[in-house]
């Protein structure tokens, strides 16, 4: 009986052994993999992109202090970023910039930290929106945020918090309206 419990314990001591060590080897590839995500595939500094539409004329164009591209996350990282948007009849509209934008494949950006957005037209209703937060689909010129928003035009300017809008359709919707101030030059 007594041989019979030295070697349970010794099964159980080398099952407790082989489970250790496989389990720390998978570790060790889990955290290298994972180490991997996190570092960029390539880095481009003062990027320039410009996009063209189907019959070759400019619709977008885009720069960037550094960018950071990571295939395996799914997205690129962009310092101080400028975004120039066009009409359809190829004039500068709208430009974006930030502290830092992320972009993904599905040309959705997010710009995060001292946003402006200024508008390149003139003579238009509004000249520029400040906040800190937004959210734009390139293809549509689709924006959102939840966060305070500043909107400056000649002689006015509205605060709110929340902002939805549509530079093709030039719509916005404040969710929630804080004040608006006229000044009478």
Do not use: C
Not at 33 to 48: G, K, S, V
Not at 95 to 122: F, H
């Amino acid at each position: 009986m007594k041989n019979w419990q030295q070697i349970s314990i010794v099964l159980l001591l080398l099952v407790a052994a082989v489970s250790y060590w496989w389990h720390s080897s998978s570790d060790d590839s889990t955290s290298i993999t994972t180490e991997r995500e996190l570092i960029p595939d390539f880095i481009a500094e003062q990027l320039t992109r410009t996009v063209y539409d189907e019959d070759g004329q400019l619709s977008e164009l885009m720069q960037a202090e550094r960018m950071e591209h990571y295939e395996w996350l799914g997205f690129t990282q962009l310092e101080k970023p400028v975004f120039t948007l066009l009409d359809r009849a190829h004039n500068l509209t709208w430009q974006a910039s930030s502290l830092s934008a992320v972009l993904y494949p599905n040309d959705k950006l997010i710009l995060d930290g001292e946003v402006l957005l200024q508008n390149l037209a003139a003579d238009d209703l509004i000249d520029r929106v400040q906040t800190s937060y937004l959210e734009m689909s390139l293809p549509s010129e689709q924006l959102s945020t939840d966060e305070e928003v500043t909107i400056f035009g000649s002689g006015f300017f509205i605060h709110g918090l929340g902002m939805q809008a549509n530079l093709n359709e030039q719509t916005l919707f404040i969710p929630h309206h804080i004040r608006t101030e006229y000044k009478h030059d």
